[in-house]
């Protein structure tokens, strides 16, 4: 082999064993940069006649052409090599399926409440709110249970800092002070024929909502829910109440296998009071009572606190428990599932 033939051969393994573009950068340095070694085979030929310079001169030019090749041909496998590597570092697996947007849906008991309104809605009731955070007067005593009455014992109450009489200071304990708030407003609201002497549009409300009480165990959690009812008019009766709720349970439980009673009871704000308990006939609930609902006809201290006359203005009211109604509905056995916002068990309901 001759030097020159040795020289491309050098370089072709130099080129090759340069692993990166600045490797390969360094090592062309070393064959064709300014001292490099064609670069010095080429000064040597000054000191040559004309014709040996031609001659020499071909001969080196040629190794040099060779040197460039395989200084490209490096360049473009590094290139090559560097692509292939990225393109396998960013692979994507198009067969996969596509990663979609959790959806979302109602809570359990937001999708009792809605079937509570549209049942209620179509018996011709109106739904109403109210505020969380209620007054001494609306929570209690409005609802003839004065400051002193031990029935106020039958709530824990979180009382609040603050307040005044009629001024906010509990979280109310059920939702019958919208008896009271709503019965207001829609006697307000008939003012003039009040006075007329004439007879007002009867009150047909619900009113669900948040309730508090000290209260936690597998049963009760001390934010929960309920929903009043409430139905004043001119000859509403107990019957009418009797007929609501159980057409109310027959509807909500998609069930005529189910019965109902009027267990007598106390409340300061009906008399007379009753619990309202159902009874699955089928299923796997049969059998066994079950408490739904409080009720009554309401007391005419009530009345007469919603600025009526209780000679001339009757009804009924009930207050019932949605979470209790959600965990029969569904067969859920501990309340506070409904409350820890675990999706694994939320998302069964969707
Ligand atoms: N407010 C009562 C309770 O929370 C339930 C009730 C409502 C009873 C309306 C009678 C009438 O226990």
Same mark, same amino acid.
């Given at each position: 082999?001759?030097?020159?033939?040795?020289?491309?051969?050098?370089?072709?393994?130099?080129?090759?064993?340069?692993?990166?573009? @600045?490797? *390969?950068?360094?090592?062309?340095?070393?064959?064709?940069?300014?001292?490099?070694?064609?670069?010095?085979?080429?000064?040597?030929?000054?000191?040559?006649?004309?014709?040996? !310079?031609? =001659?020499?001169?071909?001969?080196?030019?040629? =190794?040099?052409?060779?040197?460039?090749?395989?200084?490209?041909?490096?360049?473009?496998? *590094?290139?090559?090599?560097?692509?292939?590597?990225?393109? !396998?570092?960013?692979?994507?697996?198009?067969?996969?399926?596509?990663?979609?947007?959790?959806?979302?849906?109602?809570?359990?008991?937001?999708?009792?409440?809605?079937?509570?309104?549209?049942?209620?809605?179509? +018996?011709?009731?109106?739904?109403?709110?109210?505020?969380?955070?209620?007054?001494?007067?609306? #929570?209690?005593?409005?609802?003839?249970?004065?400051?002193?009455?031990?029935?106020?014992?039958?709530?824990?109450?979180?009382?609040?800092?603050?307040?005044?009489?009629?001024?906010?200071?509990?979280?109310?304990?059920?939702?019958?002070? +919208?008896?009271?708030?709503?019965?207001?407003?829609?006697?307000?609201?008939?003012?003039?024929?009040?006075?007329?002497?004439?007879?007002?549009?009867?009150?047909?409300?619900?009113?669900?909502?948040?309730?508090?009480?000290?209260?936690?165990? =597998?049963?009760?959690?001390?934010?929960?829910?309920?929903?009043?009812?409430?139905?004043?008019?001119? #000859? %509403?009766?107990?019957?009418?109440?009797?007929?609501?709720?159980?057409?109310?349970?027959?509807?909500?439980?998609?069930?005529?296998?189910?019965?109902?009673?009027?267990?007598?009871?106390?409340?300061?704000?009906?008399?007379?009071?009753?619990?309202?308990?159902?009874?699955?006939?089928?299923?796997?609930? @049969?059998?066994?009572?079950?408490?739904?609902?409080?009720?009554?006809? %309401?007391?005419? #201290?009530?009345?007469?606190?919603?600025?009526?006359?209780?000679? !001339?203005?009757?009804?009924?009211?009930?207050?019932?428990?949605?979470?209790?109604?959600?965990?029969?509905?569904?067969?859920?056995?501990? *309340?506070?599932?409904?409350?820890?916002?675990?999706?694994?068990?939320?998302?069964?309901?969707?």
């Amino acid at each position: 082999m001759n030097e020159l033939d040795a020289l491309v051969d050098s370089a072709r393994q130099g080129f090759e064993q340069a692993a990166t573009p @600045a490797d *390969l950068e360094n090592a062309k340095a070393v064959f064709l940069g300014k001292s490099g070694r064609i670069t010095e085979l080429m000064k040597g030929l000054a000191s040559l006649s004309i014709d040996e !310079k031609k =001659a020499r001169g071909a001969v080196i030019n040629q =190794a040099k052409q060779a040197i460039e090749a395989a200084l490209n041909a490096r360049r473009q496998a *590094l290139a090559d090599a560097e692509l292939d590597a990225q393109l !396998k570092a960013e692979a994507l697996d198009v067969s996969l399926p596509g990663r979609q947007a959790g959806q979302g849906g109602l809570h359990p008991v937001s999708l009792t409440l809605e079937r509570i309104e549209g049942i209620f809605g179509s +018996m011709g009731f109106d739904v109403a709110q109210g505020p969380e955070i209620e007054s001494d007067w609306f #929570n209690f005593t409005a609802l003839n249970t004065p400051e002193d009455h031990p029935a106020r014992s039958m709530h824990d109450t979180f009382y609040v800092e603050g307040g005044s009489d009629k001024a906010p200071n509990l979280l109310r304990t059920h939702t019958s002070p +919208m008896q009271i708030r709503h019965a207001v407003q829609h006697v307000n609201r008939h003012r003039a024929l009040l006075d007329a002497g004439e007879t007002m549009p009867e009150i047909r409300v619900i009113a669900p909502g948040r309730t508090y009480r000290v209260d936690s165990d =597998a049963t009760h959690s001390p934010m929960f829910h309920q929903c009043e009812g409430l139905w004043i008019g001119a #000859n %509403v009766s107990f019957k009418d109440l009797k007929v609501v709720f159980t057409d109310f349970c027959r509807t909500f439980f998609e069930s005529d296998d189910l019965v109902l009673r009027f267990r007598p009871s106390f409340f300061p704000f009906t008399e007379p009071s009753a619990e309202i308990d159902i009874q699955f006939q089928s299923g796997p609930l @049969a059998g066994r009572w079950l408490e739904v609902a409080g009720s009554g006809q %309401v007391h005419p #201290n009530v009345v007469r606190n919603m600025g009526l006359d209780p000679e !001339k203005y009757i009804g009924f009211a009930f207050g019932m428990g949605p979470d209790r109604l959600t965990m029969l509905r569904y067969g859920v056995n501990d *309340l506070r599932l409904f409350f820890d916002g675990d999706i694994r068990f939320l998302s069964q309901f969707q």
